[in-house]
């Protein structure tokens, strides 16, 4: 059975820094791509970032370019955010996801770690 | 960046009865979308793949249509287990983007 399980979220001051964490387990990692979608509270799906299986195709949304640092260690099965500069409006849950592919759709979905962003 | 608009927001169904939810692309998706059903304080499920190809698990009574910018997710008969938001997503190119949601409610 395929499981990923976020960890790594909680309560941090704007401009300051966080890292997600998630451990994939079930699967070969390194067949697959993998993303990070977050839902704001009460709200929608939004994608923040992919990667391919080897790490050579990186993508991000532009609200979190160049705030925002996605990588995956296939050797240890694990998959990254580095979120720097957070912002009010970084306030969701953070799911970890198993893409087909860079490009592609998402399956399945791990349970979700909150980050709340708050002084 | 393709937007996806979904409607309606809110559609209210009786149990039994057919759902068509729709999903529209601001520019082509061709084939490359996915729609996916979330229930309260539960992550989304994958429901469809490739406009049209149900997902492993998920019911025949979900059906998925469409190409290019015009999308159809259809629920045939609603279970009280359909009852939930569905979600649009399409996998053209990048930024990959979802659509607003329509929430499947209790009529």
């Known amino acids: 059975e395929v499981q990923l399980v976020e960890s790594g979220g909680g309560l941090v001051q704007p401009g300051r820094s966080l890292r997600l964490s998630c451990a994939a387990s079930g699967f070969t990692f390194d067949d697959y791509a993998m993303h990070w979608v977050r839902q704001p509270p009460g709200k929608g799906l939004e994608w923040v970032s992919g990667i391919s299986w080897n790490s050579g195709r990186i993508g991000y949304a532009d609200y979190v370019k160049g705030r925002f640092t996605i990588s995956r260690d296939n050797a240890k099965n694990s998959l990254y955010l580095q979120m720097n500069s957070l912002r009010a409006e970084d306030t969701a849950l953070y799911y970890c996801?198993?893409?087909?592919?860079?490009?592609?759709?998402?399956?399945?979905w791990g349970q979700g770690t909150l980050v709340t962003v708050s002084s | 960046e393709i937007v996806m608009t979904q409607s309606p927001a809110t559609l209210s169904v009786s149990p039994g009865e057919r759902a068509t939810l729709s999903c529209r692309a601001s520019?082509?998706?061709?084939?490359?979308l996915a729609w996916y059903q979330q229930k309260p304080g539960q992550a989304p499920r994958l429901l469809i793949y490739g406009a049209s190809t149900r997902a492993t698990g998920s019911p025949a009574r979900f059906s998925g249509s469409g190409s290019g910018t015009e999308f159809t997710l259809t629920i045939t008969s609603l279970q009280s287990e359909d009852f939930a938001v569905y979600y649009c997503q399409q996998y053209n190119n990048w930024p990959l983007t979802f659509g607003g949601g329509t929430k499947v409610e209790i009529k």
């Open positions: 520019q082509s998706a061709s084939s490359n």
């Open positions: 996801v198993k893409g087909v592919n860079p490009v592609g759709w998402f399956d399945p």
